[in-house]
């Protein structure tokens, strides 16, 4: 089946600071990744997503690059800011509209 | 539009107690989930419904029921409440992607409920 793994929390930072949130998955046939975030007392929102091989996702600074050699969906961003703290999750889509989530990082960015 | 709205927003319930958590959704999207979400595992999917008259269950769908009302609105019971239903639960709603592609869903704000 399905899964993600994502690497655990909290993560605490620096205002500018570089951020990196590792990502695998392992899935039958060829998935969609995803990056949403949830920021406090709100539901989630979809950040970026790649759809095959090779695709990079971007939005608001973020990026994350589909690996399907390392099964990988790195989620990145250069210079962090205090707004961006939240809790980030990664996820997959297969052939149906279900998504499978990683566990969620919590992210906190001190100014 | 207001997107995919959740009532209750807090609910506090007792062992054996039943409740309903209502969800709508106003982008005219097909299928329609309900998830729960617990410390340290993420989004678990309890049920989902592709279409309208059409409900499946998830990854954790035990003590849960479902009822697609109409396009717009998708109930989640609780008929007999335990502790282990304690959790924060989330709403989603989505369209089949452009051209193909994925489909992004849309969440609610989510209810938190307690069960003592």
């Known amino acids: 089946g399905n899964s993600v793994t994502q690497m655990e929390g909290p993560v605490t930072l620096s205002e500018e600071a570089f951020l990196t949130i590792n990502c695998t998955y392992t899935?039958?046939?060829?998935?969609?990744l995803f990056w949403y975030v949830q920021y406090p007392g709100e539901g989630l929102q979809l950040l970026l997503k790649a759809t095959k091989a090779d695709d990079k996702g971007s939005n608001k600074g973020f990026e994350a690059t589909y690996r399907k050699e390392t099964t990988s969906f790195h989620l990145e961003k250069g210079s962090v800011q205090v707004s961006d703290s939240a809790v980030y999750f990664c996820a997959l889509s297969s052939n149906d509209y279900k998504l499978s989530f990683g566990a969620g990082t919590t992210v906190t960015v001190r100014a | 539009n207001a997107g995919v709205t959740q009532t209750p927003k807090f609910q506090v319930l007792k062992t054996g107690q039943s409740m309903t958590l209502q969800c709508a959704q106003d982008?005219?999207?097909?299928?329609m989930y309900w998830y729960r979400q617990d410390p340290g595992m993420g989004l678990r999917l309890i049920y989902y419904s592709a279409s309208e008259g059409t409900t499946d269950k998830g990854e954790v769908p035990n003590g849960y029921n479902v009822s697609r009302l109409n396009k717009r609105e998708f109930s989640l019971r609780l008929e007999s409440a335990a502790p282990s239903q304690t959790s924060v639960y989330f709403c989603?709603?989505?369209?089949?992607?452009?051209?193909?592609?994925?489909?992004?869903?849309?969440f609610g704000p989510g209810t938190r409920l307690t069960v003592l």
């Open positions: 899935a039958t046939g060829y998935p969609s």
């Open positions: 982008m005219n999207h097909n299928s």
């Open positions: 989603a709603s989505s369209d089949p992607g452009l051209a193909g592609g994925p489909p992004e869903q849309f």
